[in-house]
């Protein structure tokens, strides 16, 4: 993968500056995030049918609810506007914090 700006002619004749591009300049695609990511992992020397880059974004919701990291700066992190997806989404990789705010309010209303 490219990973500076490229610009490529998109549809209509128009001009696109792309951050993330494919090896051909193309606008990236699934196939070419997985492809990519699997040779990473290889690479790595993992087994590469364990890991999705899925897998991996749950794993970092994950660390950072475990280290205590705020629910609206994980949302921001993983680029949701606000907390309502990121708990629906996430629900089990952010119970800890959300049990670390119950715990608060029963030490406060005891």
Request: glycine share 10%.
């Amino acid at each position: 993968m490219i990973s500076h700006s490229v610009a490529v002619t998109g549809g209509a004749g128009e001009t696109l500056r792309l951050v993330f591009a494919s090896l051909v300049g193309t606008p990236l695609d699934s196939h070419n995030v997985r492809r990519a990511f699997r040779k990473v992992v290889k690479d790595a020397g993992l087994p590469a049918k364990d890991w999705t880059p899925r897998k991996m974004r749950h794993s970092f919701v994950s660390l950072l609810s475990d280290s205590g990291v705020p629910l609206e700066d994980i949302a921001r992190l993983i680029g949701h506007s606000g907390t309502a997806v990121t708990e629906a989404v996430y629900r089990k990789q952010i119970r800890p914090v959300l049990l670390g705010g119950a715990e608060a309010i029963d030490r406060i209303f005891t």
